[in-house]
């Protein structure tokens, strides 16, 4: 089994504390923010999640997101991690949850396979009395995906409830603006109308098609074919337990009025043990790989020190959102991510930043393209190349440190590279349209292969 990556090394430009909170490691990174491993003076360890920083520019953001905090502190639920502390007046806004120590369930599912029905239906009442929690305290999720479900030994827990509303007007959240993932998003998000706590019952049904299946109950794509799938299509619950796809459906309900409430969920489940054997041998030793209790100092754990760097990620603002699934893809994966160019920490050089991510710590450079990127005479990412050119022509014709991707129908640039080779002419993956999938899951195995960890390559 493949160790998954805990805690990445800080990051030059990254800050060593945040409030009373010393920075011990990444954690991950995503739409919202970069997320820290963090220790109170107490001793107690944290996750300091600190706003980026074209986010904390937005007036509108900043007061929603006091607001949403201020009512997720209110959330007391057993199931769900704890806002602990915040600061929404820092250059850069930042919120401290209580640390859980066990995976997501997407990377745990990557690693492991689909949940036994008796995980399952344990995973369904945590989920659902920790959404009873949330809507108590007047918050909808909008977001509930595997990635925001953690796994502890005592049972999972809800991650950035009323954080994900603040990143879309109070109201509203659709295809155009809205940051829930499409394939656990519900009909009312797809059609940008009121999403209500049904809303977060229909991500329920989708997030246990998943963890008992492997996959997601409507069919991946593009983002808008998957908004058609979830708003008018039937979800696909084929390989979902006979003992729970009747509530599965009952949850995936176009009509939210017919979906059941947390309550309802919890009575049709019936009381359930959680208890340190509520996961499989597998899930259970990555959950015991996240207990960094006795972890002293600042960089890499133990679990993660077979991958001392990480894939450097050369993409153009335009692209942020695909750019967002390709980095969670990865990262499920185990591979730690780096990006992010805009969001510099005061007084620092960018360019020595830059030069310092990809020639000392890239393992892998992902240059990705679209027809946002190819139509831009200047940016970030065309500097970017440069350096990685540069590296290219020192490295053999036959290491595969760069891969280019499309993230649409567009020419890779056809710059020359060393040995006779272009951008163009080297191999790619291409992550859109119908093979958008296998495009995926083959760049995925170049990775690892790159990393030494698995085989293949993309076409």
Same mark, same amino acid.
């Given at each position: 089994?493949?160790?998954?990556?805990?805690?990445?090394?800080?990051?030059?430009?990254?800050?060593?504390?945040?409030?009373?909170?010393?920075?011990?490691?990444? &954690?991950?990174?995503?739409?919202?923010?970069?997320?820290?491993?963090?220790?109170?003076?107490?001793?107690?360890?944290?996750?300091?999640?600190?706003?980026?920083?074209?986010?904390?520019?937005?007036?509108?953001?900043?007061?929603?997101?006091?607001?949403?905090?201020?009512?997720?502190?209110?959330?007391?639920?057993?199931?769900?991690?704890?806002?602990?502390?915040?600061?929404?007046?820092?250059?850069?806004?930042?919120?401290?949850?209580?640390?859980?120590?066990?995976?997501?369930?997407?990377?745990?599912?990557?690693?492991?396979?689909?949940?036994?029905?008796?995980?399952?239906?344990?995973?369904?009442?945590?989920?659902?009395?920790?959404?009873?929690?949330?809507?108590?305290?007047?918050?909808?999720?909008?977001?509930?995906?595997?990635?925001?479900?953690?796994?502890?030994?005592?049972?999972?827990?809800?991650?950035?409830?009323?954080?994900?509303?603040?990143?879309?007007?109070?109201?509203?959240?659709?295809?155009?603006?809205?940051?829930?993932?499409?394939?656990?998003?519900?009909?009312?998000?797809?059609?940008?109308?009121?999403?209500?706590?049904?809303?977060?019952?229909?991500?329920?049904?989708?997030?246990?098609?998943?963890?008992?299946?492997?996959?997601?109950?409507?069919?991946?794509?593009?983002?808008?074919?998957?908004?058609?799938?979830?708003?008018?299509?039937?979800?696909?619950?084929?390989?979902?337990?006979?003992?729970?796809?009747?509530?599965?459906?009952?949850?995936?309900?176009?009509?939210?009025?017919?979906?059941?409430?947390?309550?309802?969920?919890?009575?049709?489940?019936?009381?359930?043990?959680?208890?340190?054997?509520?996961?499989?041998?597998?899930?259970?030793?990555?959950?015991?790989?996240?207990?960094?209790?006795?972890?002293?100092?600042?960089?890499?754990?133990?679990?993660?020190?077979?991958?001392?760097?990480?894939?450097?990620?050369?993409?153009?603002?335009?692209?942020?959102?695909?750019?967002?699934?390709?980095?969670?893809?990865?990262?499920?994966?185990?591979?730690?991510?780096?990006?992010?160019?805009?969001?510099?920490?005061?007084?620092?050089?960018?360019?020595?930043?830059?030069?310092?991510?990809?020639?000392?710590?890239? &393992?892998?450079?992902?240059?990705?393209?679209?027809?946002?990127?190819?139509?831009?005479?200047?940016?970030?990412?065309?500097?970017?190349?440069?350096?990685?050119?540069?590296?290219?022509?020192?490295?053999?014709?036959?290491?595969?440190?760069?891969?280019?991707?499309?993230?649409?129908?567009?020419?890779?640039?056809?710059?020359?590279?060393?040995?006779?080779?272009?951008?163009?002419?080297?191999?790619?993956?291409? &992550?859109?349209?119908?093979?958008?999938?296998?495009?995926?899951?083959?760049?995925?195995?170049?990775?690892?292969?790159? &990393?030494?960890?698995?085989?293949?390559?993309?076409?």
């Amino acid at each position: 089994m493949a160790d998954p990556v805990i805690l990445a090394v800080l990051d030059h430009a990254d800050p060593a504390r945040v409030g009373n909170y010393e920075l011990l490691g990444v &954690l991950g990174s995503g739409e919202m923010g970069r997320v820290f491993l963090g220790r109170s003076p107490g001793g107690r360890l944290v996750a300091v999640s600190v706003i980026h920083r074209h986010l904390a520019a937005d007036r509108g953001f900043r007061l929603r997101f006091a607001q949403e905090v201020a009512a997720a502190r209110r959330v007391s639920g057993i199931f769900t991690a704890p806002v602990v502390d915040a600061d929404f007046d820092a250059p850069q806004p930042w919120l401290a949850t209580g640390y859980v120590a066990g995976p997501s369930l997407d990377k745990a599912v990557m690693v492991c396979g689909p949940m036994p029905v008796t995980s399952v239906m344990a995973l369904a009442a945590g989920l659902a009395e920790g959404l009873s929690a949330v809507h108590r305290a007047g918050l909808v999720h909008r977001n509930l995906k595997p990635a925001n479900v953690l796994l502890a030994d005592d049972g999972p827990r809800i991650i950035d409830f009323g954080i994900s509303q603040a990143l879309t007007a109070a109201d509203l959240t659709d295809p155009g603006t809205g940051f829930a993932s499409p394939s656990f998003m519900s009909p009312e998000q797809g059609l940008g109308t009121m999403a209500g706590p049904p809303s977060d019952i229909f991500s329920l049904g989708s997030v246990l098609v998943y963890a008992a299946t492997g996959r997601t109950p409507f069919k991946t794509g593009q983002a808008f074919e998957i908004f058609n799938q979830v708003i008018r299509g039937q979800p696909d619950v084929s390989g979902v337990p006979a003992q729970i796809r009747p509530l599965v459906m009952r949850c995936l309900d176009k009509d939210p009025k017919l979906r059941p409430s947390t309550d309802q969920i919890l009575a049709d489940l019936g009381p359930q043990r959680i208890e340190a054997s509520w996961l499989p041998a597998c899930f259970g030793e990555i959950v015991r790989q996240y207990d960094l209790r006795s972890f002293s100092g600042r960089g890499l754990s133990s679990s993660a020190s077979s991958i001392a760097g990480h894939a450097f990620l050369s993409y153009v603002r335009e692209d942020s959102r695909q750019v967002d699934e390709l980095q969670g893809m990865l990262e499920r994966a185990g591979v730690p991510v780096w990006r992010d160019t805009a969001d510099l920490w005061p007084g620092e050089d960018w360019r020595a930043k830059i030069r310092h991510a990809i020639t000392n710590n890239a &393992l892998v450079f992902i240059a990705c393209f679209s027809q946002a990127s190819i139509s831009r005479d200047k940016s970030y990412q065309n500097e970017e190349l440069t350096l990685a050119i540069e590296q290219m022509r020192m490295r053999s014709p036959d290491d595969p440190w760069l891969i280019p991707v499309r993230l649409n129908e567009c020419e890779i640039p056809d710059r020359e590279i060393g040995a006779g080779r272009t951008l163009a002419s080297i191999q790619r993956a291409d &992550l859109f349209g119908a093979g958008a999938q296998e495009g995926s899951e083959r760049l995925v195995t170049a990775i690892l292969r790159i &990393l030494g960890r698995n085989s293949g390559s993309p076409r």
